[in-house]
């Protein structure tokens, strides 16, 4: 099993970029999806979760509003939109599954068994 995440970049503040993660060897819609990011010197956080038919979606209070979590079970894929960016928002960006998950613990790194291979993204101008 393996998520292979993509679409990281530099971009300026208030710039909108679009993180997608593809799964293989999952049958996609039985698992829960997240995002989560690590900045340097940071702990990992939480970012978004979706679940399995597409809902719920729950964010990260300083994401709300600005960031979208969607899924597309047909392709496998989960993405994260980020819009209007700020410098905070750099950091390493992971996706990650698991099917053994309840909306409680969707917030929470240690419930995900699978996860991607990072990102990057920075925002500065």
């Known amino acids: 099993v393996q998520l292979q995440a993509s679409g990281g970049g530099l971009v300026q503040p208030g710039d909108s970029l679009r993180l997608s993660c593809a799964d293989s060897g999952l049958a996609s819609r039985a698992y829960v999806k997240g995002w989560f990011r690590q900045a340097p010197g940071k702990e990992r956080e939480f970012v978004a979760a979706?679940?399995?038919?597409?809902?719920?979606?729950i964010y990260a209070d300083d994401v709300k509003g600005r960031f979208t979590i969607s899924r597309d079970n047909a392709k496998g894929t989960v993405s994260l939109q980020m819009s209007y960016l700020k410098p905070e928002d750099t950091a390493v960006y992971y996706c990650?599954?698991?099917?053994?998950?309840?909306?409680?613990?969707?917030?929470?790194?240690?419930?995900?068994?699978?996860w991607g291979q990072g990102t990057q993204v920075t925002v500065s101008s």
């Open positions: 990650a599954a698991d099917r053994q998950i309840i909306l409680s613990e969707y917030r929470h790194g240690r419930s995900y068994g699978y």
């Open positions: 979706i679940g399995r038919s597409g809902s719920p979606t």
